[in-house]
């Protein structure tokens, strides 16, 4: 039986997905770690991590190449982080795994479909129907209200979360 395994993006860890609880395999790349280090908030990853719930791992280059080639076809823009996630997941399909990533961020889900790579969201439909959302900066923190991709001050890609 293929093994299930979720891979774990930033925008994953800050809308509240416990690390290390879900039934299934879990597995991150160091960029996210290092994202969500970041925040403070986010120690339960690495506590995760250390306690062997959630497995770090670096995808091949030439996993790396194939999300790079299909994705400059596109004309989108995509983080190193994020183009690392899309490549362990070929990796993992490649070993015969059932990778899925699981992301609040609609331009991974985006690539995701173009790789055929299932994804499930973190925040439940009927919670979100509710919840405000923001978006936030996982390289320097700031917040803003608007529908912005870019930090306006470091130019970081920002992730959406619910609003506190
Ligand atoms: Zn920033």
Redesign the pocket.
């Known amino acids: 039986m293929p093994r299930r395994i979720y891979i774990l993006d930033t925008s994953a860890v800050i809308a509240g997905f416990v690390p290390g609880l879900a039934d299934v395999e879990q597995v991150t790349v160091q960029e996210v770690l290092d994202e969500a280090r970041d925040l403070c908030s986010k120690l339960e990853l690495e506590t995760a991590v250390v306690a062997g719930k959630v497995a770090v791992a670096e995808p091949s280059r030439s996993a790396m190449a194939e999300v790079s080639k299909k994705v400059g076809q596109t004309g989108d823009r995509i983080s190193e982080t994020d183009a690392k996630l899309l490549a362990l997941a070929l990796d993992l399909r490649q070993a015969g795994d059932e990778p899925k990533l699981v992301t609040d961020d609609y331009s991974i889900q985006n690539l995701a479909r173009l790789f055929g790579i299932s994804y499930r969201r973190v925040a439940m439909p009927g919670i979100s129907e509710v919840l405000t959302w923001e978006m936030v ?1 996982p ?4 917040v803003y209200r608007a529908t912005i991709s870019q ?1 306006e ?4 890609s920002l992730v959406r979360r619910p609003r506190r």
Do not use: I, V
């Not at 390289?139 to 700031?142: K, T």
């Not at 001050?153 to 970081?156: D, E, N, Q, R």
């Open positions: 900066c390289a320097c923190g700031r930090c001050a470091c130019g970081s």
